[in-house]
């Protein structure tokens, strides 16, 4: 039998459209507690919905892998490019930094001394077939370098311009076997010839057999007559070891040289002698050194315990073990 | 009595309302979706009286309301689900040929929900509401009624049982 409705029903149904009416009309004035029940009510879902959206992410993230599975492929192409494309980016982002260093310190150093300096980049090694050691740098007689001109880095010496080109140049460096330059010693003004030996070490020849010479003893370029081929005060390299032989006709020291030839980037050529020699003012600072913890372990084959500490202790003679074992660090 | 009743259907209805808001809503299905409540409420007055329906719409519409994703103002989805109810109510009641026919109840359920999302729509526009463009919304209803007829026979025994239970009739189903 087919419903009919009765008065009650269509009354019913009249009040609940009234009242549905009368809250749109209410909702679209503006009337706050209705604002207010829709702000409770979505207060109190937050911490449900959170754990829903905790719970149901699996599945979501199936679902949408499932939807989206050309769209999903075509992304990660996408972000693996992007990925490459920014792992470049950090490598070119840290080799302009290690320049920027390098920069820093040879700037640094030439603002001590007052060199008058052009910058320029480490374009190519030179070949070591030819049993030289030279690199070249990008920039030449555009940039105002000419030949004999000093080449120096953050740490000192680096060579000197043995061909200079319109934009760019050909660098002798100290470690060359053919390079020789006038030195002296920092502090006690002692003087000789260091030659290089075409690794990161030269050879120091004094030309007064009654001086000594220390390991430790620091080397700066003499400088040459209006500064060319080499500008006075520029830092070397270090005194490692002293050859004493007895009957030797001049006494030889072996140098390290503060440049590291082998990680050039940026470099500087000196274009203009200084006003005033720098004396002893460019020899670096001499490293402190780092304390390092020592940890010392004691073994005995009776308690087989060990203890630490952070400083070197001797083993207490009260308590002699014949295995007894110290390593430090 | 029928009064009794009804409100001990509140709780149900809270239920699957924050099913719908806190799990439903999440999963972002394709094709739009699917309104849990909504299906829910519509199957629900199909197996009730047109007064009860009416009744099960006005509280499923406050919740719908309520909701964080309804864009209406409050009572918009309370007067659609009036009518729906009353409406899916009424063809159902009296005739057990529809009623005690699982198919008749998910092609009802689920004409129900389009019919009540197309006048939630004009109800939104007469409203002064953006509806955006009529491709979109055409995709919108027709993937609301393939959810729907996906969803409505899963729940369907579900919700009979429930019925049944909470007006003490038998179930048909």
Same mark, same amino acid.
């Given at each position: 039998m087919r419903y009919g409705g009765d008065n009650r029903g269509r009354l019913l149904i009249i009040v609940l459209i009234v009242t549905s009416l009368f809250l749109i009309t209410l909702d679209l004035r503006g009337v706050g507690v209705i604002d207010g029940v829709r702000t409770g009510t979505q207060t109190a879902l937050t911490p449900v919905q959170k754990l829903g959206s905790w719970a149901v992410k699996p599945f979501r993230n199936f679902i949408s892998d499932v939807t989206h599975l050309g769209r999903t492929q075509n992304q990660i192409n996408k972000l693996k490019a992007e990925n490459e494309k920014l792992r470049s980016r950090l490598q070119n982002r840290k080799i302009a930094d290690a320049q920027l260093t390098q920069l820093k310190s040879v700037l640094d150093l030439a603002g001590t001394a007052e060199y008058k300096v052009v910058s320029a980049r480490v374009i190519s090694q030179g070949s070591s077939t030819s049993f030289t050691q030279t690199v070249s740098i990008d920039a030449g007689t555009s940039s105002g370098i000419t030949q004999n001109m000093t080449v120096i880095s953050g740490f000192g010496l680096v060579g000197v311009v043995k061909a200079a080109y319109a934009n760019s140049a050909l660098v002798q460096l100290a470690s060359d076997p053919a390079f020789r330059i006038g030195v002296r010693i920092a502090g006690t003004q002692q003087i000789g010839i260091l030659s290089g030996q075409g690794t990161r070490k030269g050879v120091l020849q004094l030309l007064d057999n009654t001086t000594q010479v220390k390991v430790g003893d620091v080397l700066l370029a003499r400088g040459s007559q209006n500064g060319r081929p080499f500008v006075p005060g520029a830092p070397i390299g270090e005194v490692t070891s002293v050859d004493n032989s007895p009957g030797a006709v001049s006494q030889t020291a072996e140098v390290k040289f503060f440049a590291n030839f082998s990680t050039l980037g940026v470099v500087a050529v000196v274009v203009s002698n200084p006003k005033s020699d720098p004396r002893d003012a460019l020899v670096p600072p001499k490293p402190r050194p780092t304390p390092l913890p020592t940890v010392t372990v004691y073994a005995s084959p009776d308690t087989a315990t060990a203890s630490q500490s952070p400083s070197p202790t001797k083993p207490s003679p009260t308590k002699p073990s014949p295995s007894k074992s110290s390593a430090t660090r | 009595m029928a009064l009794r009743r009804y409100l001990l259907s509140i709780p149900i209805f809270a239920f699957i309302f924050i099913v719908q808001e806190s799990v439903v809503t999440q999963l972002r299905v394709p094709f739009g979706g699917f309104s849990l409540l909504l299906i829910f409420t519509l199957i629900w007055a199909a197996m009730s009286t047109p007064e009860i329906g009416a009744l099960t719409g006005f509280g499923a519409g406050i919740l719908m309301d309520l909701s964080? *994703? *309804? !864009? +209406? !103002?409050? +009572?918009h989805w309370t007067l659609v689900l009036i009518l729906a109810g009353y409406t899916v109510a009424f063809l159902g009641y009296g005739d057990d040929n529809i009623r005690a026919n699982p198919i008749n109840i998910v092609f009802i359920t689920t004409i129900g929900v389009v019919a009540s999302q197309f006048v939630f729509l004009l109800l939104g526009l007469l409203l002064g509401q953006e509806i955006g463009s009529t491709s979109h919304i055409l995709f919108l209803l027709a993937g609301s009624a393939f959810w729907t007829a996906i969803i409505s026979p899963l729940l369907l025994k579900v919700i009979s049982f429930t019925h049944s239970n909470v007006f003490g009739t038998r179930s048909l189903l």
């Open positions: - | 964080q *994703s *309804s !864009p +209406g !103002p409050m +009572g």
